[in-house]
């Protein structure tokens, strides 16, 4: 049982480019989203998704853009990057809304930094 | 809106102390979630604990237990006899009511630091 996987682990990008970090789940779970954590400042909701086809903003969704075509996947998109989006970026999936089961399981993280 | 404070920035002990990580939260729900949540330094984060704000018993688990009053909006997080191992980064989060258009949504807050020193 894999859990949350994130690809990739690392990566280094220059200001203006544009890429996708990976989020995978095995777990048939119905939520997924996406964290940003910066020092002082604890972890932030980027974007979420409460099932296949539907997402929404979280509190920080300026620059990033997702989608959720199957119940696994979850990728997050940088359109254009700049150096503020440099930081620790974990996807985080839980398996019922409805019930309230709202339990996150955590991927291991991918540490953007942007020149 | 929702909020949680961790005021403590940065915690130092040495091995065996007890340590409490204090967690204030807002929230106008009269029905919520709170969290507690371990990110040691291999940079995972760690489920530990969830509480139903209708659930106000103290909970121990081990050389862990936590503290819930509604009273003061406080959610605490007692480690007894610290460990080096304890040392990490501990987050503690509110999340809405189950049962409406829940989004499973966690506000975090700002995370304490625990070094526990051999």
């Known amino acids: 049982n894999a859990g949350v996987t994130q690809t990739p682990k690392f990566q280094v990008l220059k200001t203006g480019q544009s890429m996708t970090l990976q989020c995978a789940q095995d777990?048939?779970?119905?939520?997924m989203s996406w964290y940003r954590q910066d020092p002082g400042m604890g972890l932030r909701l980027i974007h979420y998704?409460?099932?296949?086809?539907?997402?929404d903003q979280g509190e920080v969704p300026n620059g990033y853009n997702v989608s959720r075509s199957t119940t696994e996947d979850f990728p997050l998109r940088l359109l254009s990057a700049a150096p503020s989006q440099t930081s620790v970026y974990f996807c985080?999936?839980?398996?019922?809304?409805?019930?309230?089961?709202?339990?996150?399981?955590f991927g291991a993280g991918s540490r953007l930094t942007v020149l | 809106a929702q909020k949680v404070t961790q005021a403590q920035t940065e915690i130092s002990v040495v091995e065996k102390e007890d340590v409490t990580l204090d967690c204030v939260y807002e929230?106008?729900?009269?029905?919520?979630?709170l969290f507690w949540y371990k990110q040691p330094p291999s940079g995972e984060l760690v489920f530990l604990i969830r509480?139903?704000?209708?659930?106000?018993q103290n909970e121990i688990s081990g050389r862990y237990s936590w503290n819930f009053q509604k009273s003061t909006s406080s959610f605490n997080f007692t480690i007894t006899a610290s460990q080096v191992v304890d040392s990490a980064v501990y987050f503690c989060?509110?999340?809405?009511?189950?049962?409406?258009?829940?989004?499973?949504?966690?506000?975090f807050g700002q995370g304490t630091t625990l070094q526990v020193k051999p």
């Open positions: 985080a999936s839980s398996y019922s809304r409805s019930t309230g089961a709202n339990v996150l399981t």
């Open positions: 777990m048939n779970h119905e939520y």
């Open positions: 998704s409460v099932g296949a086809g539907i997402t």
């Open positions: 929230t106008r729900d009269t029905t919520y979630y």
């Open positions: 509480r139903n704000s209708f659930d106000e």
């Open positions: 989060a509110l999340s809405e009511a189950p049962g409406r258009s829940n989004t499973g949504k966690l506000i």
